[in-house]
T-cell receptor
Framework: SQELEQSPQSLIVQEGKNLTINCTSS?????LYWYKQKYGEGLIFLMM?????EEKSHEKITAKLDEKKQQSSLHITASQPSHAGIYLC???????????FGTGTRLAVRP | KAGVTQTPRYLIKTRGQQVTLSCSPI?????VSWYQQTPGQGLQFLFE???????NKGNFPGRFSGRQFSNSRSEMNVSTLELGDSALYLC?????????????FGPGTRLLVL
């Protein structure tokens, strides 16, 4: 099974609507990263969360980390077509391997 | 600062051939990691280089190798290509590769093996 599970796998929302993407880890989280990817392109760094209860915001995107639940959520307020893409959560692994990634959430925003 | 750059952006090879991909990290970054992204397996860690030494390695066969030069630029090589090696190969750089240090990704090299 995947170490990082994201839900939902895909999402279609009307422009202006809010949405939430979740990322749940089966192992202890040492650092949780959110990236956005346009199809076939590289990953754009959004935010990193390090401590339980931490919350960060950038423009209309807010991410929270619940360390006890080993879960992070990404919330987009008043979605826009520019928010469309694939959102990936990644986590540091204590073994030294670099980031392990979630399965991704594909977001489409209808104008 | 310029971002992470990767060359070439697209590549078509045939089975059995070998390929070399290049990655130039952000200036000042000494850690370079490589990832493979496929629709079936998602994003998977290949290996990490720091100061010209491979520091970590993912679960990939020996056909996948890499190296890093003194200017921190890195190359990865795949020998005896298989159809399943078709993927987007991404490299990422960070200052020292420590835990909880953000990695910045390049645009990727899309490899198609026929």
């Amino acid at each position: 099974s995947q170490e990082l599970e994201q839900s939902p796998q895909s999402l279609i929302v009307q422009e202006g609507k809010n949405l939430t993407i979740n990322c749940t880890s089966s192992k202890t989280l040492y650092g949780l990263y959110w990236y956005k990817q346009k199809y076939g392109e590289g990953l754009i760094f959004l935010m990193m969360l390090q401590k339980g209860g931490e919350e960060k915001s950038h423009e209309k995107i807010t991410a929270k980390l619940d360390e006890k639940k080993q879960q992070s959520s990404l919330h987009i307020t008043a979605s826009q077509p520019s928010h469309a893409g694939i959102y990936l959560c990644g986590a540091d692994r204590s073994s030294g391997d670099k980031l392990t990634f979630g399965t991704g959430t594909r977001l489409a925003v209808r104008p | 600062k310029a971002g992470v750059t990767q060359t070439p952006r697209y590549l078509i090879k045939t089975r059995g051939q070998q390929v070399t991909l290049s990655c130039s990290p952000i200036s000042g970054h000494r850690s370079v990691s490589w990832y493979q992204q496929t629709p079936g397996q998602g994003l998977q860690f290949l290996f990490e280089y720091f100061s010209e030494t491979q520091r970590n390695k993912g679960n990939f066969p020996g056909r996948f190798s890499g190296r890093q030069f003194s200017n921190s630029r890195s190359e990865m090589n795949v020998s005896t290509l298989e159809l399943g090696d078709s993927a987007l190969y991404l490299c990422a750089s960070s200052p020292s590769g420590h835990l909880q240090e953000t990695q910045y990704f390049g645009p990727g090299t899309r490899l198609l093996v026929l």
